[in-house]
């Protein structure tokens, strides 16, 4: 189900800052203090396709499409756009605005940001595979001319953050960071957006500090009152509440849901939640001749459909709800979640449902009746109790017969396991910005999806999921987009846990939407 907490209200501004552990200085500033689990891995827009990357670049930098508290596209650095041809987007530029350096914004840096975009280390091109030709036509106007009628290239360039071309090529950061090789880049640790907030400084995993952007185009807009932010990264969940609880931070993202009601007992402090797009699942390579970590040699015990499902068979998610979520957790049949065009309930709703013996029956079935071992890589400052969850499957596949060893470690260290495709079982979390299964298909089930750790795919698949990036009637496409999730459904090269809550932890004085994608804006917030 997808619910709000309560109605949402257009407020102020964007990103996620928090707290020194020092005091704040009594002026007359408004200094909105955040606090996280864990940084962003690289501020550069185009390296990392991950929610984290981009919450921190959306407060900086700018698309040319936006969205508002309700998910609504809006209009961003592009004043209107239309389709002046099946394959042809015309887009209007915002005049009048600068990047942070003071340059001018133009067309000249639609064409390089979305080429950028384009490039091989970008792991943003997936938003942007269907775009053949970017031209200039003026300074302020450009068209997007796509391979095949896209329909929903509006949604795709909501995560395409325009740079500065010739502040690009200066640092010599006009191609993307080469995020799963860990390149070091300028644009790394640096910025040179058009968004509302500036960076001041930046300690990488110790504190991010944000000013505003007097300057700023939405500032008649988004009428926040945020002049700083401070973003302070704190991955002990004990020290992340007390932080909050005592007054030195005014804005947690992931509390820990074990501590909810003790924050809500604090009569300074509110909690905000609502139904995150996003789903947890667990991930097989199954496409290696061998595993990398595991007892059997000489093959891959998950390329036979019987051991995934026994995998899936032998996880109790109703356990994992009750003892690990305390709750706070939707379970799931389906790696997608409503309102996600390709959704449907039938599937999310029935589930396989938990039985350790008929789990027995298939790996003995498949030639393990005394099971084998492996190796489950997972986050552990990701996701909701992402260790935790990861540590109860250990035991509930334990018993029958696999011998998990757990290989938990920081987003920073598991994410290039997932991009670097070099894990054989792993936890993993899916959102889906552009609401439509589409993205889901290019990055994690085509065969060359970037995050496509799992190896699955075939020629046939691969053919519909391209097909349908350019098919625009409704009904073909939507027909097309379930016939993929009907072989998905068969094939589990995934095993779907869960459709996450989240939960928002705030002072009384701070006003913030929550967003469904867990992903604050601070020119959305106000401090009263």
Sequence with gaps: ???????????????????????????????????????????????????????????????????????????????????IDPNVWEFKLREGVSFHNGNPFNADDVVFSIKRAQAETSQMKGYVNTIKEVKKIDDHTVQLITEKPNPILLDQLVNIFMMDEEWSKEHGVETPQNFSGKQETYAVRHENGTGAFKLESRDPDVKTVLVRNENWWGNNTYKHNIDKVVWTPIANDATRVA???????????????????????????????????????????????????????????F???RVREAFYSAIDINAIKRAVMRGMSIPAGMIIEPPINGY???????????????????????????GFSVQLDCPNNRYQND???????????????IDVRLNAQPKTQ????????????????????TMDSGFIFDYLLHSDGSWNASGYGTPELDAKIEAIRGIVDVDQRNKMIEEIWIQVQKDMPYLPLHHQVIFWAMSKKLDIPIEPNDMPRFYWATMN
């Design 414 to 433: 598991f994410f290039p396991l997932i991009t670097g495709k070099g894990t054989d079982f792993f936890l993993l979390g899916w959102g889906i910005p």
């Design 303 to 305: 390329k036979d459909v």
């Design 1 to 83: 189900m997808f619910f709000k907490s309560k109605p949402l209200i257009l407020a102020g501004l964007v990103l996620g800052a928090v707290v020194t552990q020092t005091a704040v200085p009594a002026y007359a500033e408004n200094v909105l203090r955040y606090t996280n689990v864990g940084d962003a891995p690289t501020l550069d827009p185009h390296a990392l396709n991950s929610l984290v990357t981009l919450m921190a670049d959306v407060q900086m930098y700018d698309a040319l499409v936006m969205r508002n508290p309700d998910m609504i596209k809006v209009p961003g650095l592009a004043t209107s756009w239309k389709n």
């Design 387 to 401: 260790e935790a969850i990861c540590q109860a499957a250990v035991g509930m596949l334990a018993k029958v017969g």
């Design 243 to 301: 932080a909050l609880l005592s007054g030195e931070v005014d804005l947690v993202t992931d509390p820990p849901l074990q501590d909810l009601n003790r924050i809500l007992s604090n009569d300074k402090l509110k909690v905000e939640k609502t139904s995150q797009i996003r789903t947890i699942f667990f991930g097989f390579d199954v496409k290696s001749d061998e595993l990398r970590n595991s007892s059997v040699k000489g093959k891959n015990p």
């Design 344 to 370: 449907k309930a039938e599937w999310d709703k029935n589930r396989l449902p938990y039985d350790p013996e008929k789990a027995k029956v298939l790996l003995a079935e498949a030639g393990y009746p005394e």
